[in-house]
């Protein structure tokens, strides 16, 4: 685990940054025009990222793993931006499942899910 706060809060700070891209001129970053691009593209990087993210484990290269995941997450953040949603938003799932047996929570959200659909939601 890394200690150092500035390490601990770096996906705050890329947040903040994409947060502040979104509305820039599409010229003036790469995630600018992505966003300028639309949903579509966006949807096309995470696709790309997260085939490259299975092909460099199916490799075995950890290096190249953690590019192409820091890549993923990175896109992902892009995303998850496009729809108003942050780091937070994904922090505060992670301590709601966190102590969870996976295989419960599944249950728990599809019952939802399905509660959701019954009353018309």
Partial sequence: MIDDPSHQDVLHRVSQTLAERRNAEPGTSYVASLYHKGLDAILKKVAEESA????AAKDGDRLHLVWEVTD???????LMNHFGLGIDDILQEFRRREGISGIDEKRARVAAATESITRGD
């Fill in 52 to 55: 490259e993210t299975l092909m």
């Fill in 72 to 78: 993923l997450w990175f896109h992902s953040l892009i």
